[in-house]
């Protein structure tokens, strides 16, 4: 694939021919410096109108895709609140970010999220540069940002004020908190040259379920503008190792600016899960400092059954229970929660030896067991729920896996690590008693790639076999894919499994 090319320092759009249209600039620039030494003046004059030309008419930015993943955490629920470590890795449920450059005339900058009902657009001329670009306030792509400026969120209120304002309040401030953070973002690296575009999301994974949906959101923003200014020169698949850990630590930093702005103070791990696929283990010792984390970059990716029970979770609540619970108990919740830390190390340890393998029966139940002891501690910790253990149930009925609840608890979601070779009817069988009892139900992967990129946005194998070299995915054929399958069918995987020619990953291995 190719894509922009790196330029160190630089914050504004590039006027610029594309690099990979061709380049006969250069080659004829040399040939009319040559001209203009034997032939005089007028050749001078004629290579200028030359170049006048070529600069009005160089080519847009084509509409590409950026794509990121969910997660999920895979062990140390709540332990990881009071110290301990924890394991999140990436699922391959993931959101798709359609960037489309409007012509120079079109000075509009527009969001539209279609599955929250979200559209804004704004005029990128009145936008507050000023103080963005201000030598106290701007950044540059390579900066680490670790908080939000006030005065920078003071100048983008009147922006956001108008967003959605015939929503109800719970929408509108969902509308508003997107609108915000995205402009923080778009302010801090672009800059008033910027072309006008539209950004168009769509997205198969669960909101408020903790599988990281908003980082998803600010990993594919953030790759996006970070493409849209140059400052990526990948991925490619003879990128080195080392340029591509560089690369999707830019990409993170800015996506973490993002979620600082909706959440406050956030971990961080959604938004590097999301970035760099695979998993992690993290630890936050003190709230006043980043968390360690730790990145699996060999984790191996394990088939996953991810169950959605319905009822809504409150996080803050559970950890409260937890707290209280400790308050009341210090000794003996601090050994429950020493034991899940041990599990989670444990656990690590085990995927990172050498002899792990992803697809033998005894690796897999080595991790599943460890699986259903998590679940155990966190049961006994009260942060379960009825809709949980009915999962639970179905699943061992059935035989086919190990099943833990995800997050927080109190609802919200569980996995299930499926055994090896189980039947399509068996699988059938709990899928139709899972609808009958209302629940959502995910066949995915867990551990697979971070972001990734679509560079042009044209499918070498697309679906249509009469479109020859590929077909394009405008923005017509996205907003119409109807539902998670219509949406990866368009751009994605063939049933939650497969790469489709086309998109390429950062990928880092140990």
């Known amino acids: 694939m190719t894509t922009p090319r790196a330029t160190n320092g630089h914050n504004g759009f590039h006027s610029e021919s594309e690099p990979d249209s061709p380049s006969t600039t250069s080659t004829s620039g040399s040939e009319a410096s040559i001209n203009d030494l034997t032939n005089g003046t007028s050749s001078l004059r004629l290579n200028r109108r030359r170049n006048m030309v070529r600069k009005k008419s160089s080519p847009m930015m084509p509409a590409f895709m950026v794509s990121a993943p969910g997660k999920v955490i895979v062990f140390g629920e709540h332990a990881v609140v009071h110290g301990k470590a924890a394991i999140a890795a990436a699922i391959s449920l993931r959101s798709y970010l359609l960037v489309t450059t409007s012509s120079k005339s079109k000075r509009l900058v527009t969001l539209t999220f279609p599955d929250i009902d979200f559209n804004h657009a704004w005029n990128i001329d009145e936008l507050p540069w000023s103080i963005f670009s201000h030598p106290d306030k701007k950044k540059s792509y390579y900066d680490l940002v670790t908080a939000i400026d006030a005065e920078l969120v003071a100048a983008i209120q009147p922006y956001v004020a108008d967003v959605s304002p015939d929503k109800p309040s719970d929408i509108r401030k969902i509308h508003q908190n997107s609108a915000g953070s995205f402009l923080y973002m778009f302010l801090s690296l672009g800059s008033q040259s910027f072309p006008g575009c539209q950004y168009t999301l769509r997205s198969t994974i669960p909101i408020g379920a903790g599988l990281g949906s908003s980082a998803t959101i600010a990993v594919c923003l953030s790759a996006a503008l970070l493409l849209q200014l140059r400052t990526l020169s990948g991925p490619h698949p003879d990128q080195p190792h080392e340029e591509a850990r560089i690369q999707l630590e830019r990409i993170n930093r800015w996506a973490f600016v993002y979620e600082m702005f909706i959440h406050g103070n956030p971990s961080g791990v959604d938004n590097t899960v999301s970035t760099q696929g695979k998993a992690v283990v993290f630890q936050r010792t003190d709230y006043d400092r980043p968390p360690a984390v730790r990145p699996l970059w060999d984790f191996p990716t394990l088939p996953l059954l991810l169950v959605d029970t319905k009822v809504a979770k409150s996080t803050k609540n559970e950890v409260d229970k937890v707290a209280r619970l400790k308050h009341a108990h210090p000794k003996l919740v601090g050994s ?63 035989g086919i896996g ?74 017509e054929k996205f907003l119409s894919a109807e539902g998670n399958e219509g949406v990866e069918r368009l751009v994605g995987v063939h049933g939650g499994v497969g790469e489709r020619e086309g998109w390429k990953f950062w990928r880092v291995e140990s």
């Open 402 to 475: 190990w099943t833990k609840l995800t997050g927080a608890g109190g609802g919200g979601c569980s996995i299930t690590l499926l055994k090896p070779g189980v039947s399509r009817e068996k699988l059938d069988t709990l899928e139709e008693q899972l609808d009958r009892e209302g629940f959502g139900k995910f066949e995915t992967a867990l551990g697979g790639d971070g972001v990734g990129v679509l560079w042009p946005a044209v499918l070498k194998n697309g679906m249509d076999e009469d479109h020859e070299g590929g077909m394009e995915i405008d923005l």
């Open 336 to 398: 429950i929660l020493d034991a899940v830390d041990k599990v989670t190390q444990t656990s690590a340890d085990l995927m990172e030896e050498d002899d792990f393998d992803a697809e033998s029966e005894d690796s897999l139940r080595r991790v599943g067991e460890l699986m259903t002891i998590n679940h155990g501690l966190l049961v006994s910790l009260g942060v379960s729920h009825p809709r949980l253990e009915r999962v639970r149930e179905l699943v061992d009925h059935q």
